[in-house]
């Protein structure tokens, strides 16, 4: 049930094209849904986050959509750039209960981004 | 936005030694830390959630004996590994929590650990 479902675990894609990672989880108490990106030895670093009371949040190139019936989010990445390449992580969490605030992690996808 | 720093960035240690980590919130005071472990090509795993002045609370299967964390002050958590051992050679991250937010947390640099 705490388990976050990421795929896929690798992802190459030509500059200037759209990158999509998705993910899927099984708790419905979980809240909270930010995406991390990850460089090589270095700690993962916010992107973009999204709650369940909407179904799309935009940030310059990057969106999330949220499908809450679904139990499903995704991330795209418009325009992708050379240096987009790096790991993408998805989580989710909850404020409240046991879990409050612990992360649960997707198991990871390396983006590759050709110029 | 907020900053959390990890010390030191890199440890090369002997079999049967302990090394420290320290993980500091720079600019806000964080009453709860994380602390994970990440191994080559894989996704992060929570070790155990660091609360200033009380007891960490540790995942199933971390050994709290083997893995001492200590959150004396709102600024500074540490992560002792005891007794290492090759396989406990990983990158180890810390986060802190935004104290105005439930859900955002902050992540180190991370602390890449070897065990010889």
């Known amino acids: 049930q705490q388990q976050v479902k990421q795929s896929p675990q690798s992802l190459i894609v030509q500059k200037g094209g759209i990158s999509i990672i998705n993910c899927a989880y099984e708790?419905?108490?979980?809240?909270?849904f930010p995406w991390y990106q990850q460089f090589p030895g270095k700690g993962p670093a916010l992107l973009i986050a999204?709650?369940?009371?909407?179904s799309e949040k935009k940030e310059g190139r990057f969106t999330i959509s949220f499908n809450k019936s679904a139990k499903q989010f995704s991330l795209h990445i418009m325009d992708s750039q050379p240096g987009d390449s790096a790991t993408y992580f998805c989580?989710?969490?909850?404020?409240?209960?046991?879990?409050?605030?612990?992360?649960?992690f997707g198991q990871g996808t390396i983006l590759t981004v050709h110029p | 936005g907020a900053v959390v720093s990890q010390h030191p960035s890199w440890v090369i240690c002997k079999s049967g030694t302990s090394v420290k980590i320290e993980c500091r919130s720079l600019d806000f005071q964080a009453t709860t830390m994380f602390w994970y472990r990440q191994f080559p090509k894989q996704s992060l795993m929570l070790m155990a959630t660091?609360?200033?002045?009380?007891?960490?609370?540790?995942e199933q299967g971390v050994e709290k004996d083997k893995f001492l964390i200590n959150h004396a002050s709102l600024t500074l958590s540490t992560l002792t590994v005891t007794s290492a051992h090759p396989e406990d050679s990983s990158f180890y991250i810390c986060?802190?929590?935004?104290?105005?937010?439930?859900?955002?947390?902050?992540f180190g640099p991370g602390t890449r650990l070897t065990v010889t």
């Open positions: 986060s802190a929590r935004d104290p105005t937010d439930s859900y955002e947390q902050y």
């Open positions: 989580a989710a969490t909850s404020a409240g209960g046991t879990s409050y605030g612990k992360l649960t």
């Open positions: 999204i709650r369940p009371d909407v």
């Open positions: 660091s609360n200033e002045g009380s007891k960490a609370t540790y």
């Open positions: 708790n419905t108490a979980f809240d909270y």
